[in-house]
């Protein structure tokens, strides 16, 4: 079992700047490949971004290529999330989520997900 909780999330002006951190319990997080997903009201939970068990491969979503960073450091049991030039539509919950060795290079889908944080709230305002 892992548990992950999140932290980070808060209220930023478009242009600004946030960093999302996500702390897993256990001693097998290197194990696990990690993402991050995102769902705003009335939408469905899409993915953001993704990073391989050792952090060599990375992979984005469109929306966020080139403004959010992915990141782990598998010394300290957390993955981050660093997210730059934010926009009004970046708003949503974000949740951590985990997959026990996958390997694919291809972007998530939720069903892959093994576990889940419970999410932490981004808004963004004008």
């Known amino acids: 079992q892992v548990q992950l909780v999140e932290s980070g999330g808060g209220l930023v002006q478009a242009g600004g700047s946030l960093r999302l951190s996500c702390v897993a319990s256990?001693?097998?997080?290197?194990?696990?490949?990690m993402a991050w997903f995102r769902q705003a009201p009335g939408k469905e939970r899409e993915f953001v971004a993704g990073?391989?068990?050792?952090?060599?491969?990375?992979n984005y979503a469109g929306s966020v290529s080139g403004r959010f960073t992915i990141s782990r450091d598998n010394a300290k049991n957390t993955v981050y999330l660093q997210m730059n030039n934010l926009r009004l539509e970046d708003t949503a919950d974000y949740y951590c989520?985990?997959?026990?060795?996958?390997?694919?290079?291809?972007?998530?889908?939720?069903?892959?997900?093994?576990?889940w944080g419970q999410g932490a709230q981004v808004t963004v305002s004008s």
């Open positions: 990073i391989s068990l050792s952090g060599a491969r990375k």
């Open positions: 256990g001693r097998t997080f290197s194990s696990y490949a």
């Open positions: 989520a985990a997959n026990y060795g996958r390997l694919s290079a291809n972007n998530w889908s939720p069903g892959e997900v093994d576990y």
